[in-house]
T-cell receptor, first 114, second 113 residues
Framework: DAGVIQSPRHEVTEMGQEVTLRCKPI?????LFWYRQTMMRGLELLIY????????DSGMPEDRFSAKMPNASFSTLKIQPSEPRDSAVYFC????????????FGPGTRLTVL | DAKTTQPPSMDCAEGRAANLPCNHS???????VYWYRQIHSQGPQYIIH???NNETNEMASLIITEDRKSSTLILPHATLRDTAVYYC??????????????FGGGTRLMVKP
């Protein structure tokens, strides 16, 4: 298996633009997680899905952030409009079963908002 | 989840054992100890986990004290590629919101030649 796939790996955009981050979980995994990592706040859980259904989005910082999982093999994290403070590395992770198995992380998307 | 305390940084000589401590004095009986690591510019990677017995896999060994208030992750023969931030996390298994991984500051391990 190729592991968790994220795209793009790097994104540079200007303030106010819409940003869409993409994630393909490991095939057969039922749970998907989105994290954000910054120097100031470390690694934070934003939202997670189980069987394509969002379970907890309490970590999403603002309404500018939204996430979807239209099917078992694809998820998006969207920021609209983006702001410089959204600059971070965004990780997607998947696990076999929610809360019972180790999580496998993707390589991350480094987002820079100018 | 119980809080964990880890030293912010440690050095280890290449080829020697790296022993990374973690204190979790308020751990409850149903909380597991998990270890992840994050190599620079990569996503976190699962290493090992345990409840009360010592565990070993191809990557590392996990030693949990009898009272479960602390644990040690052991990399038996550290290599330069083991340079990373190591996170110790305690969690209850289950699908409630509080059962998800919570990453603290971790220990930055520097393996030196």
């Amino acid at each position: 298996d190729a592991g968790v796939i994220q795209s793009p790996r790097h994104e540079v955009t200007e303030m106010g633009q819409e940003v869409t981050l993409r994630c393909k979980p490991i095939s057969g995994h039922n749970s998907l997680f989105w994290y954000r990592q910054t120097m100031m706040r470390g690694l934070e859980l934003l939202i997670y899905f189980n069987n394509n259904v969002p379970i907890d989005d309490s970590g999403m910082p603002e309404d500018r952030f939204s996430a979807k999982m239209p099917n078992a093999s694809f998820s998006t994290l969207k920021i609209q409009p983006s702001e410089p403070r959204d600059s971070a590395v965004y990780f997607c992770a998947s696990s076999l079963e929610l809360g019972y198995n180790e999580q496998f992380f993707g390589p991350g998307t480094r987002l820079t908002v100018l | 989840d119980a809080k964990t305390t880890q030293p912010p940084s440690m050095d280890c000589a290449e080829g020697r054992a790296a022993n990374l401590p973690c204190n979790h004095s308020t751990i409850s009986g149903n909380e597991y100890v998990y270890w992840y690591r994050q190599i620079h510019s990569q996503g976190p990677q699962y290493i090992i986990h345990g409840l009360k017995n010592n565990e070993t896999n191809e990557m590392a060994s996990l030693i949990i004290t009898e009272d479960r208030k602390s644990s040690t992750l052991i990399l038996p023969h550290a290599t330069l590629r083991d340079t990373a931030v190591y996170y110790c996390i305690v969690r209850v298994l289950g699908n409630n919101a509080g059962n998800m991984l919570t990453f603290g500051g971790g220990t930055r391990l520097m393996v030196k030649p």
